[in-house]
């Protein structure tokens, strides 16, 4: 059986009313504000922890001048991914087209325009650079969607290193993709001649600007140093440690109390 919160009197089976039987407190209601008051704080305690976090992600949104900047142009590349990437022409006696590619019509519209006339009878290395192209391009929006949501830790110690780190690989794959475009390029020219042409669009030089873009701003804002506005917890902080130290104190009261018991129920004993 449990013991009485208080005098530390071990209940017995028969003590079954609310309150004790040595020194009548309610054991149901005992120190109830005092519970009530612990919960609170442990809330208090998780909203000092936590609240930190909270402000580190405000100030890498909107921060500075330059933080919301950056929210801005983390937009720029995956945008201008829509822009034409390429243009192929192809002018055959059963197939002709003329398009754009962006990343919307990058592998499925293309590859169903021609996979059954030029790519089936292109060359082994050049059909392998389309596809790296295809890949490179996909991969640079993967790191372009990547960069927005881990903003949110720009303040955290490896946050600079990770956001140009992300930038990096997003201008990386590109030109990787505009590289292999080029070897596909030439060679479907040196082998169809004037049946096929292609041409670098607009948009992947632009995303490799979008990049280059988001990669200052990161060095700028580093530059800056400017340290985060943490909110005031000082209140919370003193009330919780004044509480603690109330609860101490409580438990010191109550364990000396059940020992006090304990030592009359010992002597209680020897006498008889």
């Known amino acids: 059986m449990a013991n009485c919160p208080k005098c530390g009197y071990k209940l017995r089976l028969i003590d079954v009313k609310a309150e004790c039987p040595k020194c009548g407190v309610n054991l149901i209601y005992y120190n109830q504000q005092e519970r009530l008051a612990l919960d609170a704080d442990k809330a208090e305690e998780e909203h000092i922890n936590f609240q930190p976090k909270i402000d580190r992600v405000k100030f890498a949104f909107v921060g500075t001048k330059l933080s919301i900047l950056r929210l801005i142009m983390l937009f720029v590349p995956i945008g201008m991914l829509f822009l034409p990437l390429a243009r192929i022409k192809v002018d055959m006696p059963f197939n002709s087209f003329d398009k754009n590619i962006s990343v919307l019509n990058l592998a499925m519209d293309v590859i169903a325009e021609f996979k059954f006339d030029i790519l089936n009878i292109a060359p082994t290395a050049a059909m392998i650079c389309y596809f790296v192209s295809i890949l490179g391009v996909l991969l640079a929006a993967v790191f372009g969607i990547l960069n927005i949501p881990f903003v949110s830790v720009s303040c955290s110690p490896k946050g600079f290193k990770r956001n140009v780190a992300l930038s990096s690989c997003g201008i990386a794959f590109t030109i990787v993709s505009i590289i292999s475009f080029f070897v596909f390029n030439a060679q479907l020219s040196d082998k169809f001649g004037a049946m096929y042409s292609g041409s670098l669009g607009i948009g992947s030089i632009l995303v490799i600007i979008g990049f280059v873009a988001i990669i200052i701003v990161n ?44 030592e009359r129920q010992a002597a209680e004993t020897a006498n008889k």
């Open 219 to 262: 060095v700028l804002i580093k530059k800056q140093n400017i340290p985060v506005k943490y909110t005031d917890l000082s209140e919370y902080v003193e009330r919780i440690a004044r509480r603690k130290e109330e609860i101490a104190q409580m438990e010191a009261e109550a364990e000396k109390a059940r020992k006090a018991y304990l």
